[in-house]
């Protein structure tokens, strides 16, 4: 399939945004039917500029909209006119990191959540019902698998789960009722990568949906709608904020899908703050940049992890003797772009077993932030065993490749040589 080249940055094929709002839109700051780069795409999409002519983004504080009179009131509520409503359906703030997403994307729409969690929820009402087959990888973020275990299955969904990176479990998986492939590339903590291009392939067969968290690759490094996913989605709490400040999710994807879930998010109050959505379209104006960096000081902290004798594996794709080295190569369109967080097993000492060594290397550190957090501009450090997956069985954490020896780190863009002389500290000494 082409989805396996490499993408030209420089050539997104932006799809015209159909999110029924047109009417009330000015988006005269950039028109996507002219070809724009994913810089500038990053900077300018989705803007709606008031009559104020403010250059910035402005942030709209509002529940509720008015309306001229109480035929136009009407008018809006009975689908004559298109417009705002309340703001748990729409608002200009909003609307502007929606566009701007689904620009950065390449989808025809994207729908804002009030977190990451809420977007894979929303996924789940607005795709799945009782007596469907949810089939889903074995590495996911610790709460996806809580919302499919404790609750889809509560409501008749069937749920089960392959290896990421096993494209013959993942076809062995699928049954006459799988309504739904759920994945994450790369994946928390271990960044494994699943095959998205065979995924859709075999998606399409089965007429499947594909759903790709890109959280961890962002659209900077990978857009998974041009490998043939139907469905991506964000923690914008993440990377597309990148600074740690505010929660934040979001849905991409077709016109039709979108129209599925933003009536979920209406109905269910998932919507996401306008001031939050400000905080991640500023963020989105430097994603790219920032994930370059992100990416750089990452392959260069593996590079020394993996020369250093106290350490015994390191699980990132930017090795080059990592098993999905080339596919990483391959998916992600940023070149030397593998993502910024990686997970290391720290070997035992004389003294320490594998945990106690771990805690070492975490608790010597004096600059880097113990903090389950990720994609942060502060590099963040966890012991997953103990945080993120201490609520999983033995079996369940030995399933995810969770060893007791194992830190996860998310790379921040502080000097390479700061972080690296922290994670010295506590591994020389042991
Ligand atoms: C953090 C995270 C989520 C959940 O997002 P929240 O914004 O915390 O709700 C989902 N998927 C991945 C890969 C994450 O890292």
Known sequence: MSQSQNHDENSLNQKKSND??????????????LDYGMQTIAVRAGQHRTDEGEHSEAIFTTSSYVYTSAADAAAHFN??????????????????????????????????TASGMGAILTMCLAYLKSGDHLLAANQLFGSSIGLFNNYMAKFGVEVSYVDCFDNDAWANAVQP???????????????????????????????????????????????????????VIHSATKYLDGQGRVLGGALVGSDELMQEAFTVVRSGGISMSPFNAWVFTKGLETLKLRMQAHCQN?????????????????????LSDHPAHELATRQHHMKGGYGAIMGFEVKPSASL??????????????????TNNLGDAKTTITHPATTTHFRLTAEARAEAGVKDGLIRLSVGLEDVDDIIKDLARGLDSL
């Open 20 to 33: 029924g709002l047109d009417s009330n839109w000015r988006n005269d700051a950039l028109d996507l039917d």
């Open 79 to 112: 689908g004559e006119k298109t417009g705002n409503v309340y703001s748990r359906h729409t608002n200009p703030s909003v609307r502007t990191f929606e566009r701007r997403l689904a620009a950065l994307e390449n989808g025809a729409r994207a729908v804002a």
């Open 177 to 231: 009722n799988t309504k739904v492939i759920y994945c994450e590339s790369p994946s928390n903590p271990l960044a494994q990568i699943c095959d998205i291009g065979y995924l859709s392939q075999l998606c399409k067969a089965n007429d499947i949906l594909l759903v790709v968290d890109n959280c961890f690759a962002t659209p900077a490094l990978q857009r998974p709608l041009d490998l043939g996913a139907d469905v």
């Open 298 to 318: 990452a392959n260069q902290v593996a590079e020394f992890l993996v020369n250093h004798p106290n350490v015994s594996t390191v699980h990132f794709s930017g």
């Open 353 to 370: 077993d594998s945990k106690a060594a771990a805690w070492h290397v975490i608790d010597s550190t004096r600059m880097v932030s113990i």
